[in-house]
Nanobody, 119 residues
Framework: QVQPVESGGGLVQAGGSLRLTCAAS????????VGWFRQAPGKDREFVAH????????FYADAVKGRFTISGDNAKNTVHLQMNSLKVEDTGVYYC????????????WGQGTQVTVSS
């Protein structure tokens, strides 16, 4: 099974940028959907974006469309989430997940990385 491992979180001012990385441990992302989710304090986890590793194709939540870009690096077996024009409301723990099929509840999840956007 694949185990996602996130990195790249941190503290940034509103309007700034961060790039998160999700690395595959154990096996490759081949055949998986790889997604990013986030959870703000006191709120439910919410979908941010996903990519189909083998076939390509990306999908974004409306809240991040036009500001965030998800991409895959085949050579390094990693998925990146480039986050630009960050807002205070983007603050939260960002999780990477890898899914073969079905509901994201059945995915393999990483431990998360904290993103804090200050005003």
């Amino acid at each position: 099974q694949v185990q996602p491992v996130e990195s790249g979180g941190g503290l940034v001012q509103a309007g700034g940028s961060l790039r998160l990385t999700c690395a595959a441990s154990g096996r490759t992302f081949s055949g998986y959907f790889v997604g990013w989710f986030r959870q703000a304090p006191g709120k439910d986890r919410e979908f941010v974006a996903h990519i189909r590793w083998s076939e390509g194709g990306e999908f974004y939540a409306d809240a991040v469309k036009g500001r965030f870009t998800i991409s895959g690096d085949n050579a390094k077996n990693t998925v990146h989430l480039q986050m630009n024009s960050l807002k205070v409301e983007d603050t939260g723990v960002y999780y990477c997940a890898a899914l073969r099929s079905g509901s994201w509840n059945r995915a393999y999840w990483g431990q998360g990385t904290q993103v804090t956007v200050s005003s």
